[in-house]
Nanobody, 115 residues
Framework: QVQLVESGGGLVQPGGSLRLSCAAS????????MGWYRQAPGKRREPVAT???????TYADSVKGRFTISRDNAKNTVYLQMNSLTPEDTAVYYC?????????WGQGTQVTVSS
């Protein structure tokens, strides 16, 4: 079965950086487009970055120029490098298939941006 394990979150000051990782299993990862999603308190989960099997990337306007998504097919892992973080980036971050997410979601990783 599909498993998605996110890690790398934490507490960071505004302007700081974090690198999130998502280890995937139970799927043909190299043939699967992936996305990073986030859910802030009281808000709906939204995609913030996506990467196709051909490594074409897209970003939400709110993170464009600050976040970079990448993938390592040999490790079945997708990454999200987050720079210039702001308090508005505070959320639980998840990875999943994109654009059609699996019903299964991992536990996510909490990112808190605060001074």
């Amino acid at each position: 079965q599909v498993q998605l394990v996110e890690s790398g979150g934490g507490l960071v000051q505004p302007g700081g950086s974090l690198r999130l990782s998502c280890a995937a299993s139970g799927m043909l990862f190299r043939f699967t487009a992936m996305g990073w999603y986030r859910q802030a308190p009281g808000k709906r989960r939204e995609p913030v970055a996506t990467i196709t099997t051909g490594r074409t990337t897209t970003y939400a306007d709110s993170v464009k120029g600050r976040f970079t998504i990448s993938r390592d097919n040999a490790k079945n892992t997708v990454y999200l490098q987050m720079n210039s973080l702001t308090p508005e980036d505070t959320a639980v971050y998840y990875c999943n298939r994109w654009p059609s997410a699996y019903d299964y979601w991992g536990q996510g990783t909490q990112v808190t941006v605060s001074s």
